[in-house]
């Protein structure tokens, strides 16, 4: 709730901002690191692991959703279930980047403009690779979305969706924390799909780095991810690991053994019973 207060307040007092060269310097440092943070918490919340109670997941989900501008913690919640059960599935794990993806950013060139605007890619994708059905929690979290667009708009004008569409923008730009979003299933080594990051910028990220972690025991909360690591050294110590999400981004973009085609995948679910909890 802070990181959603902290970004409502600051896009208020930045509201006339814009136009100066501040702005973006404290849209990167803080709003980006405040809205990556808020992105994994509903990643968090995602997983049902903030209450018992689905409504009250739902809802600290959309009040986590609110500074980041833009309707989306409901379609997430859908699109993060298939790629726990489809991890790797051509055109059900719509984290897979497609083929025309493949075809234009597989350069330094392209992969730097692949980077710098990641975020869109996550945003668009999902849609255009598996549409979902519209339901009841998705016409609420735009509702609530739009209406707290609207009213912050009407308020105090568009320098605060402003500030957060900058802050968003660049959480998933060339922002320190913005590797974890390669570092996570990007082949790297071979016969490795899944990899770890446990260094200091977990802090800001929810733990999201502990990510083979996460994966095996995805009802485990972020505060117990470094426990379960510990409790079970024999499984976790001996995998390759990601020291520096910094260095993941820099390796992308100029190791030419490197590339969108460094990924995992699938041809078909694994079974008809995942395939029928997904429809």
Known sequence: MSLSILQIVLAILLRDSYT????????????????HALFLSIHEITHFLAFESQKLNYALAMFANLPIGFPY??????????????????????????????????NVLGKSLFCFSQILFYAFRPMLVRPKKFRYWHLVNFAVQLSFDAFLIYTFGVGPFIYFFVSAFLAGSFHPCAGHFLSEHYAFIPGYETYSYYGWLNIFSFNVGYHNEHHDFPKIPWTRLPALKKMAPEFYDNLPYHKSWMEVTWRFIFDPKISIYNRTKRREPYSKMAQAKSE
């Open 73 to 106: 913690c409901v379609s997430f919640k859908e699109y993060h279930f298939d790629h726990h059960v489809y991890l790797g599935v051509d055109g059900y794990d719509t984290d897979l980047p497609t083929k025309i993806e493949g075809l234009l950013f597989n």
């Open 20 to 35: 100066e060269w501040y702005f973006y310097v404290i849209a990167y440092c803080v709003g980006a690191t405040a809205t």
